[in-house]
């Protein structure tokens, strides 16, 4: 056999052998992360709306939860649930 046959042919092996063990071990982090509970959720024990509001939407953020009402975005600190900033819609 020819040397750059040889050497085609070890090429051919080593690097599928490389994908093979590549894919082994990306289905098996995937496995292992889709696999693990997620951390809770820490949420303030309550939040006190204004009176006569309505929440339309409400989004999590690491410091804060953010509360959509019709005119307003209220801003809410996440530790305490205490109102941290009132903004007017225009």
Do not use: C, N, Y
């Not at 496995?31 to 303030?44: E, F, M, S």
């Amino acid at each position: 056999m020819p040397p750059d046959v040889r050497f085609v042919k070890r090429l051919v092996v080593v690097l599928t052998s490389v994908m093979i063990v590549g894919v082994v071990l990306i289905v098996g982090l995937l496995v292992a992360r889709i696999t693990q509970t997620p951390a809770p959720v820490a949420l303030p024990d309550s939040i006190d709306l204004p009176a006569d509001t309505t929440p339309e939407a409400v989004t999590l953020a690491r410091d804060w939860v953010l509360v959509l009402v019709a005119d307003e975005i209220l801003l809410f600190d996440r530790d305490t649930g205490a109102l941290a900033h009132r903004i007017t819609l225009p």
